[in-house]
């Protein structure tokens, strides 16, 4: 489903793409065509999440022949890829270290989408650059200040407001500047199945941003998730990231090594902490 949405995606912002898939569905023969970019829509499938299909995105986006400027429609959070927030709190800020940057940089959510049924809604825009600076970004420096965003669609608003009382049990000990915001969607905005769930960011003073996300169990799926169990698992994971070190949280190393091998022949150095698989 997901891989056979992914490859329409891939079609919708090339110009001349050949693909071809055997009967079975077990070959892929793809011959790549220009990068085109422009205004797109997409629908993504719901067993995946807008995230998917955005990291790669923002990893094509800045080579295209015309800015990039998309809708995606689908899953905004789930349990297996980095969400929607997840991406903007910490992708954006790194693309534009790479001199990616301006008022047509952004993402936006107009729409959450939780499992299984998903129903929320994105946009992505994105400038073309030619080339890309060569970064020096080797300090992470101190931790100042910790970010976050707590999130219900059709559940009980007073869940959010759950999952920050019990985060900031833990992250209190650690540092005083804590904001978490409660985003609680309603109506058509909020999607079509319940669910909430915690995205968390660490801003140190040299502008390094390591983040930690988690959210509920689809609908029917697993047993029910406690606010407070989330909340503090979720303060606990961004303790983690922070305790592994690194310039680049684990989400976004493969993103941050790729700009630097597409950037121009020059040094770019940057500190990673241990890699994860997906690098």
């Not at 022949?65 to 689908?74: A, F, N, Q, S």
């Not at 301006?102 to 959510?109: A, H, Q, R, V, Y």
């Not at 030619?130 to 970064?135: E, M, S």
Request: hydrophobic share 35%.
């Amino acid at each position: 489903d997901f891989e056979a949405s992914f490859i329409r995606l891939m079609d919708k912002v090339t110009n001349g793409s050949r693909i071809e898939i055997n009967q079975t569905g077990t070959t892929l023969y793809y011959q790549p065509g220009l990068l085109y970019g422009g205004s797109l829509e997409h629908d993504c499938s719901p067993s995946r999440s807008i995230g998917y299909y955005l990291e790669s995105l923002l990893c094509l986006a800045p080579f295209m022949k015309h800015p990039l400027k998309i809708v995606l429609r689908g899953v905004t959070n789930d349990q297996v890829d980095p969400s929607v927030d997840v991406l903007k709190a910490t992708a954006l800020p790194l693309l534009k270290k790479f001199g990616i940057d301006g008022e047509s940089l952004e993402i936006k959510i107009n729409r959450r989408g939780m499992p299984p049924k998903g129903g929320g809604e994105i946009l992505f825009a994105c400038p073309v650059r030619k080339v890309l600076q060569p970064i020096q970004f080797t300090d992470p420096g101190k931790i100042k200040r910790i970010r976050g965003t707590a999130y219900s669609v059709r559940v009980s608003p007073q869940m959010a407001n759950r999952m920050v009382e019990s985060a900031r049990s833990i992250l209190n000990k650690f540092l005083p500047d804590i904001y978490i915001y409660t985003d609680h969607m309603k109506g058509v905005s909020s999607g079509k199945s319940p669910g909430f769930g915690m995205c968390l960011t660490a801003e140190t003073i040299n502008g390094t941003i390591l983040s930690a996300e988690l959210a509920s169990n689809p609908q029917g799926q697993g047993a029910a998730v406690l606010p407070e169990e989330l909340g503090q698992n979720c303060a606990k994971l961004l303790l983690e990231e922070v305790y592994r070190g690194g310039c680049v949280d684990s989400t976004n190393q493969s993103l941050a090594l790729l700009l630097m091998t597409l950037g121009q022949r020059d040094v770019s150095k940057v500190l990673l902490g241990p890699l994860s698989p997906y690098t």
